[in-house]
């Protein structure tokens, strides 16, 4: 069975500086996919970014970028350049390829931009 | 952008009532999902769905819970007689089910059991 852990309920971070969201994720499975996914405070889940356990460099898409360490089973989100409307609840999420894809959820981390 | 829509986006019944959510995936998408997240929760998987069966559930998605895909479009999602602790926001979510098999969700419909 997988597992995948967020332990920093909420953060506080100032415009236009990054932040770093932890996860880490346990599986003895060689393949899965990481995802994250952002909910702001009108609730629907938006996308944010992937990183396949294959994949040889860490994925970025905009200010977005995943910090991809296998060894340490860890899959840290770097949002870059903070803005107010990044304020929103953050979820780490994991696949298994043997377990029909469907996404397993860490309990997310609650970011809070100030300006 | 192609995106998944969900109706109710809130629905207020009483406890034991049937309710129904419904949900439209994106068009070319082969896989289903339904997940629900009680307030101040993780996102939980309910159940996944493709070629019009159930391909997965969870310990969640007891017999009080069933699925269907009536006509080629919709997704639905119905509890037979709901429960005071199925009050949740329920998200319904799309996938090619290829590649990253990213999930498209919709905004969720959030359910209250009085």
């Known amino acids: 069975a997988q597992k995948i852990t967020q332990t920093q309920p909420g953060m506080f971070v100032q415009e236009k500086e990054a932040v770093t969201l932890d996860c880490t994720y346990d599986?003895?499975?060689?393949?899965?996919?990481l995802f994250w996914y952002k909910q702001p405070s009108s609730g629907e889940m938006i996308f944010l970014i992937y990183?396949?356990?294959?994949?040889?460099q860490n994925a970025t898409e905009g200010r977005y970028s995943l910090n991809f360490q296998k060894a340490r089973k860890s899959a840290n989100l770097v949002i870059s350049a903070s803005q107010l409307g990044d304020s929103a609840m953050y979820f780490c999420a994991m696949s298994l390829q043997a377990a029909g894809n469907k996404l397993t959820f860490g309990g997310g981390t609650r970011v809070l931009v100030k300006p | 952008e192609p995106e998944v829509t969900q109706t109710p986006s809130h629905q207020v019944t009483q406890m034991g009532q049937e309710v129904i959510l419904r949900c439209v995936p994106i068009?070319?998408?082969?896989?289903f999902y339904w997940y629900r997240q009680i307030l101040g929760q993780k996102v939980e998987f309910l159940v996944s769905f493709y070629n019009n069966e159930i391909s997965e559930k969870s310990e969640i998605f007891d017999d009080q819970f069933s699925v269907e895909r009536p006509d080629g479009s919709n997704f639905t999602l119905k509890i037979r007689s709901t429960k005071l602790e199925d009050s949740a926001m329920y998200f319904c979510a799309s996938s090619t089910g290829f590649g990253a098999n990213v999930l498209t969700f919709g905004a969720g419909s959030r359910l209250t059991v009085l």
């Open positions: 599986t003895s499975d060689p393949s899965y996919g």
């Open positions: 068009s070319n998408h082969l896989y």
């Open positions: 990183q396949g356990s294959y994949d040889q």
